[in-house]
């Protein structure tokens, strides 16, 4: 028996949202597809921040944990992930990029913003700049440097490339709705087909593994209890 054919119909697609209609699939199918984005899809986030001046009323703690949570834009295939061997190691230049913040406030007080912080690679920003960090007072000063590293939503929500990952059912039983809302890491419809690349390795891993033929060899012949 012949598997279904899947076929994709977009019905909106923008740079940071897609909404597809899914046919000729499962509910399990779509949402293996929705997990493996929100635990898969590995993103850039800040890991680890080193302060050197604090004036804000923000505890040190409170303020990496914001700075963690802030999206940046990852330039696909520049980085390794963390957990990979080459990652876990030694130090490579593959593993990790560098942030900074150095800001004085002045006579008056002033809010620090994500646009501030600086990366050593120009192809990692923060995708929005509004974003408030803290608030110096006057005379005050933040500065700090960030270690950012590539990891996967399984390991922490601030490396989740998507905001929003669902989808809805239809009258038709094979039939779904999928909407995906990127976090402006990287394109929603990049997120989408690296989560398909990575459960296409998955499965291709499966099969080079357990071979039908090697199934037949071992219990050929056999048959199971009733």
């Not at 590995?42 to 923000?58: D, K, Q, W, Y």
């Not at 834009?73 to 980085?79: A, C, L, N, Q, S």
């Not at 501030?116 to 700049?129: A, M, Q, S, T």
């Not at 398909?196 to 499966?206: M, N, S």
Request: include cysteine.
């Amino acid at each position: 028996m012949k598997p279904a054919k899947l076929d994709v119909e977009v019905i909106r697609l923008s740079e940071e949202y897609l909404e597809a209609r899914l046919k000729g699939c499962s509910e399990a199918f779509v949402n293996t597809l929705r997990r493996t984005i929100l635990e898969d899809v590995p993103t850039l986030a800040i890991h680890e921040v080193f302060i050197f001046e604090n004036s804000s009323p923000m505890f040190d703690e409170v303020l990496s944990h914001r700075l963690g949570l802030i999206p940046l834009r990852t330039p696909r295939g520049k980085y390794l992930p963390m957990d990979s061997p080459e990652c876990s190691e030694g130090s490579s230049e593959k593993c990790f990029t560098s942030l900074s913040i150095d800001v004085s406030s002045g006579d008056a007080p002033l809010t620090v913003y994500s646009k501030e912080l600086v990366c050593r690679d120009k192809d990692v920003y923060p995708v929005y700049g509004n974003i408030p960090i803290t608030k110096l007072p006057p005379n005050g000063r933040l500065r700090l440097e960030a270690i950012a590293r590539l990891g996967r939503g399984k390991m922490h929500a601030k490396w989740q490339p998507a905001s929003l990952a669902t989808f809805s059912f239809t009258e038709s039983p094979d039939t779904f709705v999928f909407k995906l809302e990127s976090t402006g890491a990287m394109p929603a419809l990049e997120v989408l087909l690296q989560a398909v690349e990575i459960l296409r390795d998955k499965f291709k891993t499966l099969l080079e593994s357990v071979t039908l033929s090697e199934v037949e060899e071992k219990h050929g012949g056999e048959e199971g209890d009733a």
